[in-house]
Each structure stands twice: as C-alpha cells, then as structure tokens.
C-alpha cells in the first residue's frame, strides 16, 4: 500500500483525532488521493525540535470536513493503526509518498482501578472541552486503551517523550506515565 | 543561492522607513531569504533606534525650544492610553492566495493585507495588478508560464523583480528564488522562464521595448510590469 | 495620582554637553517594558512615557507639518507600547530598537495615509514587532496552519497560548491540565517533571 505522508508535530494512536487545516496544494491533492483511496499518513516530525520520527506513523483516515471562516478547508482525521514507513518518494508536487505497512500496537488491555479513574477524569475533560468533544463526534469509548491513549495526546509532553508509546509493548509503561501525572495524589492516599 | 541583494543605501532608507510600501514590501519579502540582509537590517535598526533616542542627537531638530512641546498634553495622552488594561491580541495571520493562470500561489506575507486587481492574461504572462495608491509606481505578481518571456525593453525609471517562485534569466545571466534584481534606465534586459516563475515587480514608468517587431507591442508595455 | 508621577515633559537640559551621548540605561527600559507587559504597571509605563514621548515627538515633528498629526505619531505609539509590550522580547533586543520599530510603523503607515490617502497598516507585514526567528531552510516544512503559527504563538503570553493551542492542537496546556485536576500549576508542573524523568530513567536516557 503506497499513500501520502504528510509530516506534522502530532501525536495520534488508534482511534485518536484531530484536526488539520489544509490549504498547500500539495496537500490539498493528498486530500483528494485520500478520499479516493486509503486515507494517508501523519508522520510525527517537530520541526522546532528537530524530531523526526523514523520508526512509526499514524495511518490515518478523513471522518469529517468543514470550512473555516476564511474558506479553507478543515478536515478531522482518525488514526486507523500505526504503520511503518519504506521508500519515502517526493512527487512532482513536493508532496511524499511512502509504502506503508501497519505493525502492531497495544493489545487489548481491560480495565482496572487506575484506568477506570483515568476513564472519569478524561470523561470531565471532554464533557468541559465542548470542542474537543465535538471532534470526537461525542464517542467517549469507556474502555482502558482508548483512555491512556487519548490522555497521552492530551498531556502537555514533549512529543520525544511521547513517541515512546508508540512501542506495543508499552501499555504499562504509558498507564504508569499518565497515572503518575493525573492520578499522582490518589496513589499517595492508597500507599 | 541567492545573489542579487538590495544594496545598502537601500537598506538604510528600508529601516528609516522611507520607502514606498512597493520597495519595502519588496525588500522585507527578501529579507525574509536572505539571512545575511536581515543580520544586516537587524545591525541597521539598532543604529536607527541608538540614533533616535539619543538625547544628543535629538538637539540638532530642536530650532525653537519654547514652541517645541509646549502644545502637546502628555498628561492627557498618559491617561487615555492607559485606560484600559487590555493588551492587544495578535491573531496569526491566515494564509492568503492568488490563483494566476490556474495556478494557486500561496502570498508572502508581507503582500497578504494588500488589494490585488483581477488578473489578466497577456500570452504566456499573467499579471495581477496591486493597488497600492502610490501613483507612478506600480507594484505586480508576474506569473511567467514555462517558455514565456517578457520582450526585450528598457527602463524610463527602474524596475524590481523579486523571485518568489520558480526561476529565469537574461543576457546577465539566471535568477533563483529570493533575488532582489533592481534595474534602472541603464539597462535593458529580456527575460526568459524556462520552467516558469512567479515574481513581484515594482516599476515606476512603463516599460519600453526596444527590438523590432516588440516596438509594436510598445502601447502595451504598461500592462506587463 | 498619575498626574503625580507625571511632570512631563522634560526639555533639553542643557547639561548635557552637545555631542555627548546621553548614556541610556538599556537595562532599566527593558525592566519597564518588561514590568508594563507582566504587571500592566502603570508607574514603569510613566517612566516610559518620559523617556520616550517627547523624543518621538521631535522625531515626528521632523516628518510631519502639522503638530496634530506629530502628537498622533506619539499618541499611537505610546498606545502601542502599552498594548504590545508582551510583544516584546528582551532576549532579541534592546527595548529602543523594538519601541523605534512601534514607531517606525506607526510613521510609515500615517505617512501612507497622508500621501496616498490609504488607511492600510501595512507596516507591521514589512516589520514584525514580534519578530519570530528566521525560518530554516525546509525539507520539512509543511505548512499546516498551526505549524506556521508555532513560533508566533510562543511570542504570546502564556495564557494567550493556551487558547491559540487550545483550538490548534488537542493538546492541554499545564495551565488548563491544572485547572482539569484541580491542583496548583505547581504541582503539575513537578508532576510531569518527575513523569518525565522517571520515563528517562527506565529508557536509558535515549530520550529527551
């Protein structure tokens, strides 16, 4: 599978989505091939802070579009899977194009204490953050993946740190992390 | 690379804000491109502002010292401003764009609060005036399609072509993205895009073709720059 | 109490030798600016204000024939100086060369309108009192909207970038995290400090 790559300072999991206002030809033309064929790829790359992420991707698909006040197009995208990245072309129109291939993230994880509270704090969130809530065409999905993810892209972290959890093998490790940040006077009461 | 800078009294005159809204947008575009102009113009406004809030210097404007700032109120003036505690809130611009000969060019930003008319179409040209009220001077996005040229002229005043996108050349040899080419009268030039270009032009007279049969297309010259 | 702290303006003194230079106190107005864009304090903003008005006052005088409209080059750009002074970046440069550029603009764009009768403002396009840094050559550079807003939004103040941030990127800011949970920004901020450095240590220090 061969689709369009289109490098952005975001970090998105399975089911996580966002955003992004679209208005370079080169993407614009991504966004026509996308609703043709597969979606496309949003490549965690931070300019700013010279990130560029080698071993994974957000393969993501358009749910939603919309304009802005100024005309230009707004789309919502959601992560499909993470993928990995081969043979990164750039075409005539400077936009890149790579072969795609999905590897694995977590595997389902049930809840337990801490992610059922992490549920109702996330929950709070949405419910405050109207806009938030409205991408997320109101589907909290009450289950232990989805709410470390979506607190993982929320958390104000710098997206090296947060590109660690793109590993399948680090649901603890994440749960832990986000535990610790949100949850951190709870665990102090239990110990 | 870039190779054609704005020269330094042009700078200096940028800085003291001298210049008409054509030549420093022109000059900021590439200023933006060019980090040696911009360290450049950085040193420059800093000299200005020494310059300026100099007590010293500031002597040499006062001529009369009783009717200097007898008139003015500062009191007052210290109060309205300070009535209210907002600060102003900066919204990052939007991104504008102009489509010429269907191709769609994303603006610099220095041109984006700027009028432009309705392009026309001339050949392999297309130009969309911008309406900047400065009167002789005339300010454009120049879009040349792969192959086009502009006919061999010259100049009553001068003219500058900043390369926003794409490239040509003349007989001086080839321009890239980011050069600042300002002409005068001296010159005459005629430029040619291989892969086509995209260019802002600042003219301050027609332009005036030189070679046989572009002699005819004299009456038009004031509808290419 | 304004008209207190206010005994403007202030002539030539006269014991300034002539061709000496009045030595300014850089450091002092940067404080001021500082203080006026953090406190919206009005004390630093007066001292300003008397240090710079009359100065722009000459300056305008020079350019404009008539003292209405020099008043008006000091007026708007005192204003601005009140309203922008967050715009303002001490690491970047002197507090004269960014109130010299407020002015400079402020010059520009009344001349333009006296000469060519346009009431545009296009001088903060030519010259940015926020002035972001130059921008690196791009292999990368997409130009999606909140990426190319990334610097600028830095030069807000904080709680500016939370909202800015807040409609760009799903991302909390430590400002709204704390207000979610309820806790001191403090607190949220040792948090994912220790988070992080936790996370640091399990992975080796690989990771920033």
């Keep these: ?191 | 690379m870039i190779k054609h800078h704005p020269s330094q009294e042009l700078l200096q005159a940028f800085v003291n804000g001298e210049l008409p809204a054509s030549l420093s947008a022109g000059v900021a575009i590439h200023a933006d491109m060019c980090p040696a102009c911009q360290a450049n113009i950085a040193n420059l406004t800093e000299q200005a502002a020494e310059n300026s809030f100099e007590q010293a210097f500031l002597h040499q404007f006062v001529v009369d010292e009783s009717d200097d700032i007898s008139d003015i109120d500062f009191d007052r003036m210290f109060e309205e401003i300070t009535q209210t505690d907002d600060l102003a809130s900066v919204t990052p611009s939007q991104a504008k764009f102009v489509t010429l000969k269907g191709k769609e060019y994303k603006l610099p930003k220095q041109l984006q609060h700027m009028e432009f008319a309705s392009p026309m179409n001339l050949g392999k040209l297309a130009r969309s005036r911008i309406n900047l009220g400065e009167g002789e001077i005339h300010s454009s996005l120049l879009h040349i399609d792969p192959g086009g040229s502009v006919p061999q002229h010259t100049h009553h005043g001068y003219e500058l072509t900043l390369l926003l996108e794409g490239s040509f050349s003349d007989d001086m040899g080839e321009y890239h993205v980011g050069d600042f080419i300002l002409l005068d009268q001296n010159h005459d030039h005629s430029p040619v895009s291989e892969n086509g270009c995209l260019c802002f032009t600042v003219a301050n007279d027609a332009l005036h073709f030189t070679k046989g049969f572009n002699k005819l297309l004299n009456p038009f010259g004031s509808l290419i720059y | 109490m304004v008209q207190a702290q206010m005994n403007l303006p202030t002539k030539p003194s006269g014991v300034t030798s002539k061709g000496m230079k009045e030595q300014v106190d850089h450091r002092q107005l940067s404080q001021w600016l500082i203080a006026v864009a953090e406190q919206r304090d009005r004390q630093a903003f007066a001292c300003l204000f008397k240090f710079f008005a009359p100065k722009i006052l000459r300056i305008a005088q020079s350019k404009f024939n008539q003292e209405a409209q020099a008043s008006e080059v000091v007026q708007e750009t005192m204003s601005n100086v009140w309203r922008k002074a967050h715009l303002f970046d001490n690491a970047k440069g002197a507090a004269t060369t960014w109130v010299y550029t407020v002015m400079r603009n402020v010059t520009f764009d009344m001349l333009r309108k006296v000469q060519s009768n346009r009431e545009d403002t296009l001088s903060d396009d030519f010259w940015p009192i926020a002035e972001s840094v130059v921008a690196e050559e791009d292999t990368f550079s997409d130009h999606l909207e909140k990426d190319k807003i990334l610097s600028c939004i830095d030069e807000l103040p904080e709680n500016q970038q939370q909202v800015v941030k807040g409609f760009y990127f799903m991302e909390m800011s430590q400002e709204q995290l704390a207000k979610h949970l309820n806790l001191p920004l403090g607190t949220i901020k040792s948090r994912l400090r220790l988070a992080l450095a936790k996370l640091r240590a399990q992975l080796g220090g690989k990771h920033d």
């Design chain 1, 1 to 191: 599978m061969n689709l369009p790559v289109f490098p952005l300072p975001i970090f998105l999991l399975p089911d996580g989505v966002t955003r992004l206002r679209i208005f370079e030809p080169r993407y614009l033309k991504m966004v026509r091939m996308a609703t043709q064929n597969q979606g496309f790829v949003v490549l965690l790359n931070d300019q700013k802070n010279k990130l560029f992420e080698k071993n994974w991707a957000s393969w993501v698909e358009i749910i939603n579009f919309d304009q802005d006040q100024d005309g230009l197009l707004l789309i919502d995208v959601k992560c499909k899977a993470l993928v990995k990245l081969a043979n990164i072309t750039v075409d005539e129109d400077k936009l890149r194009h790579a072969d795609v291939s999905t590897i694995n993230h977590w595997p389902i994880n049930e809840h337990d204490d801490t992610t059922e509270k992490l549920a109702s704090s996330l929950l709070e969130v949405f419910e405050q953050n109207e806009p938030l809530n409205a991408m997320y065409q109101a589907k909290f999905e009450d289950k232990a993946n989805w709410v470390v993810s979506r607190w993982l892209e929320l958390l104000p972290v710098k997206l090296a740190a947060k590109s660690v959890f793109a590993d399948a093998k680090s649901y603890e490790q994440a749960k832990q992390f986000v535990e610790s940040i949100v949850l951190n006077e709870q665990l102090k009461v239990k110990s």
